[in-house]
Every structure is written in structure tokens, then in C-alpha cells.
T-cell receptor, first 117, second 114 residues
Framework: AQTVTQSQPEMSVQEAETVTLSCTYD???????LFWYKQPPSRQMILVIR??????QNATENRFSVNFQKAAKSFSLKISDSQLGDAAMYFCAYRSAENSGTYKYIFGTGTRLKVLA | NAGVTQTPKFRVLKTGQSMTLLCAQDMNHEYMYWYRQDPGMGLRLIHY???????AKGEVPDGYNVSRLKKQNFLLGLESAAPSQTSVYFC?????????????FGPGTRLTVL
């Protein structure tokens, strides 16, 4: 069975600085998807970025980028130019490919990010 | 386009009471999911559905039942609530095989069982 591990329960970053959140996963599959979700105090889960395992290029969305290391089964999130609005809980998630017949998403336990003014 | 909505947003139950949480989506999504979120444990899948009339068990299904009589609705029932079911419940949906990859989440329901 697949697992997702976020080893940093809490991180802090100074406003305008860069921070990296770690995520590792375990799977025997070769094709899958990885996601980072943000959960602000409002509780609403918001997709930050996603990565398809078959793509070698790291995904980027504005100030958010990932470092996807398939062989190491690592999927870290880098937030550049941190803003106060980035303060939230961040969840890493895994999903098998469409042809696996598995429809489930596996979530990590989350990392709470604090942004210091 | 309201996306994914959940009713109610908050609820307090006494042990042994029953209730139903309603999830509705207006995006014509095939797949729907119910999760619970507890401190330090992330999101855990309770039940899910891959289409109207279908349901399947997730990671923590005990004490819950679900129904998907209409494509747009996914109901989560607690027949006899227990304090261990105090949690925040999230519903999510996503398109079918030809659709996108990510899930879209509702705003959550905070349930307290006394």
C-alpha cells in the first residue's frame, strides 16, 4: 500500500523569504500523481500544485514550485517570496494513475506553515 | 457554479444520536469522497463513490454509511454517534477518467459528539 510522509509538523519562514516543505512517499507503482494542498484557517482545501510522475520537469505555479525526485520518492514544495497569506496547513497527497483501478487519494499528516512579519 | 457544498457546517450530537451529512456538487463529477480530518492525522478516507448508485469503503468506514442515489449528492450517515466520531468532515469530488486529476473540496463540517 502507498504511504505519504510529511516529517515536519511545523515550519516558520520570514515574510519575503523562501521555505521548503518536505514530502516523501512509498509506492511500487511507476505512474501516479502527486499534489500539494493548502488549508488556511477557513478550513477550505485549495490545490496549490500537482505533478504527474511521468513528467520529468518540475511543476511551477507562480511562487510555488516542486522538487520532484522520482527515484528518491521525494516531492518537496518550495514557496518563494513568502507572504502572510501563505500561512496555512499544507498537505501532500498521492494518487495512483487512471489505469490502476484505484480511485483513492493518500494524504500526509500535514505541515503547519507560519509566516513571520 | 457553487462547486462542492456541505450541509450542515456545524453540528453537536449526543452519544447514540444519528445524523446525515449532505454533500452536493454541481460540476457533474463522477467521483465523490468523504474524509475525516483529525489533529496530527491528516485526511483519512471514510467512503467513496465512483458513480451514481455505487459506494465503496475507504480507510476508516466503521460507524458510517453512505448513499449516492443521485449523481450530484453523496450522503454520509452516522447511525449511532460516538465521541470518537468528533472530527471535521470533508467531502470532495472529481471528474471521471477523462477529467482532471485533482479533487475539489467542500468547506467541511465540524461535528462534536458529547
Amino acid at each position: 500500500a502507498q504511504t505519504v510522509t510529511q516529517s515536519q509538523p511545523e515550519m516558520s519562514v520570514q515574510e519575503a523569504e523562501t521555505v521548503t516543505l518536505s514530502c516523501t512517499y512509498d509506492t511500487s507503482e511507476s505512474d501516479y500523481y502527486l499534489f500539494w494542498y493548502k488549508q488556511p484557517p477557513s478550513r477550505q482545501m485549495i490545490l496549490v500544485i500537482r505533478q504527474e510522475a511521468y513528467k520529468q520537469q518540475n511543476a511551477t505555479e507562480n511562487r510555488f514550485s516542486v522538487n520532484f525526485q522520482k527515484a528518491a520518492k521525494s516531492f518537496s514544495l518550495k514557496i518563494s517570496d513568502s507572504q502572510l497569506g501563505d500561512a496555512a496547513m499544507y498537505f501532500c497527497a498521492y494518487r495512483s494513475a487512471e489505469n490502476s483501478g484505484t480511485y483513492k487519494y493518500i494524504f500526509g499528516t500535514g505541515t503547519r506553515l507560519k509566516v513571520l512579519a | 457554479n457553487a462547486g462542492v457544498t456541505q450541509t450542515p457546517k456545524f453540528r453537536v450530537l449526543k452519544t447514540g444520536q444519528s445524523m446525515t451529512l449532505l454533500c452536493a456538487q454541481d460540476m457533474n463529477h463522477e467521483y465523490m469522497y468523504w474524509y475525516r480530518q483529525d489533529p496530527g492525522m491528516g485526511l483519512r478516507l471514510i467512503h467513496y463513490s465512483v458513480g451514481e448508485g455505487t459506494t465503496a469503503k475507504g480507510e476508516v468506514p466503521d460507524g458510517y454509511n453512505v448513499s449516492r442515489l443521485k449523481k450530484q449528492n453523496f450522503l454520509l450517515g452516522l447511525e449511532s454517534a460516538a465521541p470518537s466520531q468528533t472530527s471535521v468532515y470533508f467531502c470532495a469530488s472529481r471528474p471521471g477518467l477523462a477529467g482532471g486529476r485533482e479533487q475539489f473540496f467542500g468547506p467541511g463540517t465540524r461535528l462534536t459528539v458529547l
